[in-house]
C-alpha cells in the first residue's frame, strides 16, 4: 500500500522536524518502533506477523504479512493524518515493483533508461563486463573539460543504480 500525504506544514525551518515528530509520536503511541538504523522506518511485530512503514518526505509505503493490522494502521493513519491511499505500490524512488505468482520483483529499468537518456548514451550497445579488472584511470591533459558537478551528479545517480544491479558495482567503484 502507498500512501500520500495530503498536507504538511511549509514555510518554517523546523516544520518538517516539528511533523516528523508528531508523526513518530502517533507511530509509537500506536505499537510501532522507530528502527535505529533507518529512522524513516516503523516496524510492528505482533502473533509471528511484522508489519512496516517508511516514509519519504510525504510519500509512505506500508507492507507486510498481517493485513489486520495493516487495515488497523490505515485507519489510525487516516484518523490523525489527512491522506490518499494510492493502491499498490508500483514505483518508489526510481525503483519499479513488479508482483506475480513467482514474487515480487524490483527493477530499475525506467530509472536506467532516464539515465542514458540524461547522459546522450541511449544509443549504446549493452555489454556484459562494463569495465575490465584492474583497469587504471588515467587524466588525459588534451581531453575536453568535464563539468565536475555533473560528473558528481551522474556518479552519485549509478551509485544508487548499483543497489539492484549489483553487476555494476565494481566499475562504479572504480570512476567514483
Request: charged content about 25%; some cysteine.
Amino acid at each position: 500500500m502507498v500512501c500520500k500525504l495530503k498536507k504538511a506544514l511549509y514555510g518554517l525551518k523546523q516544520s518538517l522536524r516539528a511533523w516528523f515528530g508528531r508523526f513518530t509520536k502517533s507511530m509509537k503511541n500506536f505499537g510501532y518502533k522507530q528502527s535505529n538504523s533507518d529512522h524513516t522506518l516503523f516496524l510492528k511485530h505482533r502473533k509471528g506477523k511484522i508489519t512496516a512503514l517508511i516514509i519519504y518526505v510525504d510519500d509512505m509505503v506500508v507492507t507486510g504479512d498481517d493485513h489486520d493490522e495493516i487495515d488497523c494502521l490505515q485507519r489510525h493513519l487516516t484518523s490523525e493524518f489527512e491522506m490518499k491511499q494510492l493502491g499498490d505500490l508500483k514505483y518508489f524512488l526510481g525503483i519499479e515493483v513488479a508482483r506475480s505468482k513467482h514474487g515480487i520483483f524490483l527493477s530499475q529499468r525506467k530509472y536506467i533508461l532516464d539515465l542514458l537518456t540524461e547522459t546522450g548514451m541511449l544509443g549504446c550497445k549493452p555489454v556484459d563486463t562494463p569495465i575490465e579488472q584492474n583497469h587504471k584511470l588515467f587524466h588525459c591533459s588534451d581531453a575536453t573539460s568535464t563539468d565536475k558537478g555533473r560528473y558528481q551528479r551522474l556518479v552519485g545517480k549509478l551509485i544508487y543504480l548499483s543497489h539492484t544491479r549489483p553487476d555494476i558495482a565494481y566499475a562504479v567503484c572504480a570512476v567514483s
